[in-house]
């Protein structure tokens, strides 16, 4: 699996939800005492990784994360979003709830 990312989040069972859309499924919640912020790991299909983060020093807010699909078309669909054609492949940008910013991207047709 390639290296995985940190993002910072306010609640994770709310992001967790929306990170559902892109395919992701939880792995594991680490909490050190019940009531203390979670660390929550996601994955796709044994290809990506996430972490979301509820510890103030894990992330800062507003990082970018670029993701590969196989089909682009169905992420920029659930999220009703516009596809950008760039020489490299095919994107679309989206914004999690808690204002980290996702290039999701398939190599051009």
């Known amino acids: 699996m390639p290296d995985e990312a940190i993002l910072r989040v306010a609640d994770a069972a709310a992001a967790l939800s929306w990170y559902e859309r892109l395919g992701y499924t939880k792995e594991w919640e680490h909490r050190f005492e019940p ?8 994955a796709r299909g044994g290809q990506a990784r996430l972490f979301l983060s509820e510890h103030r020093g894990d992330a ?21 979003v516009a596809i950008q054609d760039q020489p490299w492949g095919r994107e679309a940008h989206l ?12 190599p051009s047709r």
Do not use: K
Request: overall charge negative.
């Open 60 to 80: 800062r807010p507003d990082t970018l994360v670029y993701l590969r699909v196989d089909d682009v078309d169905d992420v920029a669909a659930e999220f009703d």
């Open 95 to 106: 914004v999690d709830p808690d204002g980290n910013r996702l290039r999701v991207a398939s």
């Open 35 to 42: 009531g203390l912020p979670a660390f929550v790991s996601l």
